[in-house]
């Protein structure tokens, strides 16, 4: 009985952080909200916070609260705890389809973050915690729960990728020992599964006034930009190398990036959707543009630079001139860059078209 009347005056100082107009009682909401969170028995509180469920605020709280929890030292918890709040919190997202967006997110982050932390954790000899496309499979299922799928596993390729100040206390080598066997044994799969649930979204009629189509449509582009932004090789703590603005794909990936349809797709998908959807497309461009020129033969990268010239000049076709300096710099950019480094005897008919591309990037900046 004690235990729920904290917890009910810890809903009530949740409301005076977020909703009071007075500093002062803003600022002690504060401070009682930081004992909270150092306090012994914070665990089961946060656990009590989710199942009332009084707020957004409190769940926020909660889940902020044990993401602070978990990454201030892993050996406070056992790894079973980490499991069993891991697991809650799949399911708390999966059986409460109405939660506010803020509170996703921070339950996302919270997945991601125990994920991360407990990626070499072994309960009865298995990596209980490498399971994640599984773990998240009737995510991916549901229509209604697809978008969270996706968004538990873009956030987890974004936190393996960032080195956040707990890791760098702890140690840079055992990030990059974690990041890389995530690389490996993950982030292909997930960049698959991207494309996959893209094209089957493209052979669809789109209804993007629809919000949750939307959604998902965003949430699946940024899940394959992550992908192609991923620290391939470690080079986060070396700002200074020349190879930061290569994509390092990794050779096993290379039948992928021989397919016209992985290009096509992007491309595809940049004319028929909008606004930001379409720049999130353009983004994923720029990074298949810039993969490493080793991962190709000279003959096949003339032909992947082909396919992508055409790609860039169908955009150039359609796009009003004063639209090209924010829809197509970068990779046009990127493609002038390209144009010089191909001989032509490797790629007559691509030089060709980069000569029109450039030429066309040349002539904006003249007249503007």
């Known amino acids: 009985m004690a235990e729920e009347q904290e917890v009910i005056q810890i809903e009530l100082l949740c409301k005076q952080l977020y909703e009071s107009q007075d500093p002062l009682v803003r600022e002690q909401a ?23 469920a009084d707020s957004s605020y409190s769940q926020l709280l909660a889940a902020t609260t044990l993401a602070k929890l978990i990454s201030r030292s892993t050996a406070s918890l056992s790894t079973q705890q980490r499991l069993d709040i891991r697991n809650y919190v799949l399911n708390y997202l999966a059986t409460r389809p109405k939660l506010a967006n803020f509170v996703v997110q921070s339950l996302v982050s919270l997945f991601s973050r125990i994920t991360k932390l407990s990626w070499f954790d072994m309960i009865k000899e298995e990596y209980v915690f490498q399971n994640v496309i599984n773990d998240v499979t009737n995510f991916l299922r549901s229509q209604d729960l697809c978008t969270i799928g996706v968004q538990l596993l873009s956030q987890l390729v974004v936190e393996m990728n960032q080195v956040s100040e707990a890791d760098a206390n702890r140690s840079l080598a055992k990030h990059r020992k974690i990041a ?3 690389r490996d044994s993950q982030l292909f799969e997930m960049f698959r599964l991207s494309c996959s649930l893209l094209g089957t979204m493209r052979g669809k009629p789109l209804e993007l006034s629809d919000e949750r189509q939307h959604a998902l449509v965003a949430a699946l582009l940024r899940l394959a930009h992550n992908c192609l932004t991923f620290d391939f090789i470690g080079t986060t703590s070396d700002e200074s ?22 290009l096509d797709l992007f491309f595809e998908l ?38 992508l010239a055409a790609g860039v000049l169908r955009i150039l076709d359609n796009t009003q001139s004063q639209d090209l300096c924010t829809i197509g710099v970068q990779l046009l950019s990127q493609l002038v860059v390209e144009m ?8 007559n008919r691509s030089l060709a078209k980069h000569r029109k591309i450039a030429s066309s990037f040349r002539y904006f900046y003249i007249v503007n």
């Open 30 to 52: 504060e401070k009682a909200v930081v004992g909270f969170q150092e306090s012994p028995d914070t665990l089961s509180k946060c656990q009590a916070l989710l199942e009332r």
């Open 180 to 182: 890389s066997s995530f």
């Open 241 to 262: 190398s020349d190879d930061l603005c290569t994509v390092q794909i990794p050779t096993s990936w290379r039948p992928t990036f021989l397919e016209s349809g992985t």
């Open 270 to 307: 940049y004319h028929l959707l909008g606004g930001a959807l379409a720049s999130l497309a353009l983004a994923c461009l720029v990074q298949l543009a810039s993969v490493r020129r080793s991962l190709f033969s000279s003959n096949e990268r003339a032909k992947f630079l082909n396919r």
């Open 340 to 347: 010089n480094q191909v001989s032509e005897a490797d790629a």
